[in-house]
């Protein structure tokens, strides 16, 4: 398995650090630590992290050790890659609550067999002052200051926390209590990646390899999918959710999701894109629900949008509407934003009654609306929601 293991990383991944280094390593044989980092910020983790936990099964069936990370001690301080302001500080409950649902998710693609699962606060919980000061001392903060989003805010006086410069020391540190010889990420990671080869050289350990892999865009079809923005398709929505937003996203995305996430091989993704965008969008979102939830919940998810959606002629055309702040309460947009409700009372019997559906699934009172969602009340009301620019 050892030659296809490395066809499949140099065929998808980005970039490969250090490349001659993994491959021969692979090749000869070697039994490899294969590290991924999440921090649950949000209860579900997205299908955007298909890309990497593919990347994962892949090692798993070449007889490799996946080592996968939840952040439960770092997502309380927050992932600063890729952010123009500072995260907003979760609770110790908020992020243990989060936690908790992503251990059955990743199993949905990974070996549990064959699957390290660890919570970083094992050993982060555990350090002293003392041992925070010393790993604090193997880089300088001109080294954390110099990665892109950090140097961008100091060129325009934006905020950033103290607490902030902790995070790539502490998901680097997580490199080192595991062993790690492999990382891989998206490429928004590839800076903490490779400031986890530091960190371990700094502890007398081989560094690791990193691997980074392209981004997926959430349904906007314009920012990277991402939990905290309310701009994803979750692992663990259910099939008409899931098949609902895959069919809302740009015509011109449903060819990078079906190379990066649908399993399907490349003779296989030719074929579906020749089917023409509607068809092939529609293969697309039966195929990530079959990947999901199974073969028959797939062909439910199919036949109820077609029932409410394509009988019901809707426009090619859907309306869109821009949302300051997304995530939203339904009974909110319904009536706050939208207009569509006289009251927020009206709005609720609206929902109550069944006459709002969000991606075609029939809503409930604690329906949160996020980027992308059609919601539709009637025949005639249809809306997609998206995030204000």
Known sequence: MSAPLWEWLRERAVEIHVADHLCERIRRGDQLRVKLGLDPTAPDIHVGHLVVLDTLRAFQDAGHTVVVIIGDYTARIGDPSGRSDTRPVLSREEVAANARTYFDQ????????????????????????????????????????????????????????????LYPFNQAYDSVAIQADVEIGGTDQLFNLLFGREIQRGYGQEPQDVAVFPLLEGPDGVRKMSKSLGN?????????????????????????????????????????????????????????????????????????????????????????????????????????????????????EQIRTGAVRVNGETADEQRAVGEGDLVQVGRKRIVRVTAKA
């Open 106 to 165: 990743v199993f949905k693609v990974l070996d549990p067999e064959r699957t390290e699962v660890h919570g970083n606060s094992e050993w982060l919980d555990e350090m002293s002052a003392a041992d925070i000061l010393r790993l604090l001392g193997k880089q300088t903060l001109q080294s954390v200051l110099q990665r892109e989003d950090f140097a961008e805010r100091l060129r325009e006086g934006s905020p950033i926390g103290a607490h902030e410069i």
């Open 232 to 348: 994803y398709i979750g692992i663990s929505e259910p099939p008409p959710a899931i098949y609902g937003k895959t069919m809302s996203i740009p015509d011109a995305l449903t060819e990078k999701y079906l190379r990066l996430i649908s399993a399907l091989t490349p003779d296989e993704v030719g074929r579906t894109l020749a089917l023409g965008p509607r068809d092939a969008k529609a293969a697309l979102a039966r195929q990530l629900v079959r990947r999901l939830h199974g073969e028959e919940a797939a062909a439910q998810a199919e036949e109820d949008w077609d029932r409410q959606f394509r009988q019901r002629e809707l426009p090619e055309e859907i309306p869109e509407h821009e949302v300051a702040e997304l995530p939203v309460p339904l009974p909110t947009l319904l009536h706050d934003v939208l207009g569509w409700a006289p009251t927020r009372k009206k709005a609720f």
